[in-house]
């Protein structure tokens, strides 16, 4: 079906009085397209004059007013309807340069005006090449939900999903379930004055998710494998422990295989089996909450420490199994050690956080309430209580039989510990009955694979150095969220957290399952593009077979074939545009953001031909940091160089470089990416969008090389959002860069 579109310009908010009328009519004229203007589109009788257009026939409209990111409900008409936004608010008007000697009030004016017509050209551009999508809908649809692992975390995503109507199976490899929380003798306050330790309440949970009806527990079960998509997972179950076709054979030395072949070893891979094949339990599902938890993190690394060696000296997981089975008699003194010490002792152990001060505070409190005579020591660098645990740190600090100081232990000979640098100025050594090393909480996504997922990418979740093995996409902006659509995770294996934060995270994550769900039963795209009903599409008679769509994607939304073809899984598509960006032969786009139509948008930019100090420079800013981050700079009245125009795209990853050379081509005089930081700063949103557009710009470079044009006319430069006002001095710089290496030479061709 084709478009008719309908062209509006909002003259409120300061745009009227600082455009020329007669250039944007000039420009709108360009691209043949007729403005109807009012002094509020956004309010009844702006809304009511688009509806008319509407009405009249109008389904495509480029709106141009505020920015994409506000106003969005005001200017959502329907799903037979398009909207392209053009921002020419906060992209040519509030971020306009002031009047100044150098530039008078009509000058400033008819720089901005430029400005306006290039972004109103843009929007009728993009209007007139988007296509309304279709919603992706599955042949068959499974709204149950798979809950992974037993212990609070996954009974209470278990409850908490049951209680929103929605049938949960929880399956837990022990025999019963609970988790670590079986083996506590006491549990943090939850209530003022914080100060008490309270009896641990698991056996009330337990009860509770047991109690209800739309809940299946299987315990003594694990996952084989999981393949298909939100929607239509479709999910290997096995008793645990047993083999399966999926599972990796023992690795064996050369001296073990020598022991095995002359029968004197057992061959360890003698019982693996094709277990599905002769007892295959395949169940589908619609959403999956991993809450697997976490194991000791190992502190036997630490020699000086005598883990291992010296029988004094426990851990704060054998410490609490001592405690709840009563075996504290005798034990009169205890030295609680929070980081490793030695040569780095300003570090703490592995994996360790807020959770194991808390720990080393509650074990302290065992020993106390054991015996009144008995005296515990913790000796930390970082002690961290957050929110009301401040308050039972401070309920442990008045008591007299505890000592805590910041010191770092050199060493532990038997039973004494010797340690330096305390807070009171000087070496310590402490005779004591027992050692406990703090040892933190080391997710079971840490040590691949333990969930065998049916991907093309891996098996497992470790994606992402970053997170140390946490099954994260985002840690900060999108909790739960894994790089596997559909699969969220809680608790333990998120994040070390107490038992609080573990409640709300599983009750978090159960929503996210739900929403999931929800979202691919409606055809749209879960967070960050929530609603987005576009995906991804394929114009396969032109593959190559080259398969970087397929390994770029960072969700694991592509599969392939024996030769290489991709196979998409729509409902696991984030819609980051990565695919799109990575295909050399431009054959995968979207309704309404593909390779023709944003390379449209570039060659609707008026470049100058004749003037030396009016270049034009393209931007491609991520949606997520970049785009606001701009937007925020311009609401706060800083000027953003006049040189510059700006194009948001969904992730710096969907960057095809056939913008780049269309943009140079067109004579444009630079081309610069703005997006999220990447590295040890990873902000990404898409995971790693800003690192492989890096790379793919240092490959362009090359070719601009060949062609007589320098590289340094293409840049990548990342910023967060909270980066608004750094913006305005960053795109000095890179337009500061272009003017020095003069006009594109391709100009005017």
């Known amino acids: 079906m084709s478009n008719t579109i309908a062209t509006y310009l909002c003259t409120g908010c300061g745009i009227g009085d600082a455009l020329d009328m007669d250039m944007m009519n000039e420009a709108a004229g360009e691209v043949s397209a007729e403005i109807k203007t009012h002094e509020a589109l956004c309010q009844a009788g702006g809304r009511e004059m688009i509806q008319a257009g509407i009405d009249g026939g109008a389904n495509s409209l480029a709106i141009c007013a505020c920015s994409m990111r506000v106003m969005q409900q005001e200017f959502n008409f329907g799903d037979k309807v398009s909207v392209s936004r053009g921002n020419i608010r906060e992209g040519a008007v509030w971020s306009a340069q002031k009047p100044s000697e150098e530039r008078d009030e009509a000058m400033v004016k008819e720089f901005t005006t430029m400005a306006a017509g290039d972004i109103l050209r843009m929007c009728v551009t993009q209007a007139q090449k988007t296509e309304l999508p279709e919603p992706f809908q599955l042949e068959t649809f499974n709204n149950d939900i798979l809950v992974m692992g037993g212990g609070i975390a996954g009974i209470t995503a278990a409850t908490e999903a049951a209680k929103a109507g929605y049938n949960v199976t929880l399956i837990e490899k022990a025999d019963q379930l609970g988790g670590k929380a079986l083996g506590w003798s006491k549990q943090f306050p939850t209530k003022a004055p914080f100060a008490d330790l309270e009896e641990p309440t698991i056996g009330a949970m337990i009860a509770e998710v047991e109690g209800q009806a739309d809940v299946t527990i299987k315990t003594g079960t694990e996952v084989a494998r999981i393949g298909g998509a939100p929607g239509d997972f479709s999910v290997t179950l096995k008793p645990a422990g047993a083999a399966s076709e999926w599972d990796a054979p023992v690795k064996v030395g050369v001296d073990e295989q020598d022991l095995i072949d002359k029968g004197e070893m057992e061959d360890p891979n003698d019982g693996l089996q094709n277990y599905m094949v002769e007892n295959p339990e395949a169940v589908k599902f619609g959403s999956v909450i991993l809450a697997t938890g976490w194991v000791p993190a190992d502190v036997s690394e630490y020699e000086h420490l005598g883990y291992g060696s010296n029988d004094k000296v426990v851990t704060n997981a054998e410490f609490e199994r001592m405690a709840k089975e009563g075996k504290l008699s005798g034990i009169n003194s205890v030295a609680f050690v929070m980081s490793p010490g030695g ?353 793919r710009m240092e490959n362009i470079g090359d070719t601009l090389s060949t062609l007589g044009l320098e590289p340094e006319r293409c840049s990548t430069r990342t910023v967060a959002i909270t980066d608004y006002e750094k913006i305005p001095a960053i795109l000095d710089e890179f337009v500061e860069e272009i003017l020095e290496l003069g006009p594109n030479p391709f100009k005017g061709f």
């Open 343 to 695: 040569e780095e002792h300003d570090m703490d152990f592995p994996y360790a956080n807020s959770v194991t001060s808390m720990v080393a505070l509650k074990q302290a409190k065992y020993v106390r309430e054991n015996n009144a005579d008995a005296k515990a020591y913790i000796l930390y660098q970082h002690m961290r209580t957050p929110g009301h645990m401040e308050m039972f740190y401070k309920g442990v600090q008045d008591d007299d039989g505890i000592f805590l100081t910041k010191a770092a232990v050199t060493s532990v000979e038997g039973g004494t510990v010797h340690a330096k640098d305390t807070l009171l100025g000087e070496d310590i050594d402490i005779d004591v009955d027992l050692v406990v090393l703090a040892a933190g909480l080391r997710p079971t996504t840490a040590d691949a694979p333990t969930i065998n997922l049916a991907y093309r990418q891996g098996n497992a979740f470790l994606d992402l150095d970053l997170f140390d093995g946490y099954a994260d996409s985002h840690f900060i902006c999108f909790p739960y969220e894994t790089r596997r659509t559909g699969i969220y995770t809680c608790g333990g294996v998120r994040k070390a957290m107490n038992m609080e934060e573990t409640i709300d995270d599983a009750t978090g994550a159960a929503l996210k399952a739900i929403q999931a769900m929800v979202s691919a039963d409606r055809g749209v795209a879960v967070h960050p593009r929530s609603g987005d009903s576009t995906y991804p599409e394929f114009f396969m008679q032109r593959c190559t077979q080259c398969k970087r769509c397929t390994e770029e994607c960072p969700f694991g939304a592509l599969d392939d074939d024996e030769k290489g073809t991709p196979q998409p899984n729509p409902t696991r598509c984030r819609r980051c545009g990565t695919c799109m960006g990575a295909c050399p032969e431009r054959i995968i786009g979207f309704k309404d953001y593909n390779i023709d139509l944003i390379g449209s948008m570039v060659k609707a930019v008026e470049v100058p031909e004749d003037e030396d100090d009016q270049l034009r420079i393209i931007v491609f800013a991520c949606e997520n940091d970049a785009y606001p981050a701009l937007d925020m700079a311009a609401a706060r009245g800083h000027y953003l160089n006049n040189l510059i125009r700006v194009i948001p795209v969904r992730c710096l990853g969907s960057v095809n470089m056939a913008w780049i050379k269309d943009a140079l081509a067109a004579g444009m005089d630079g081309a610069l990416l703005l997006g999220c930081a990447h590295g040890d700063d990873y902000q990404c949103h898409f995971v790693k969008g800003s690192e492989i557009a890096d790379k």
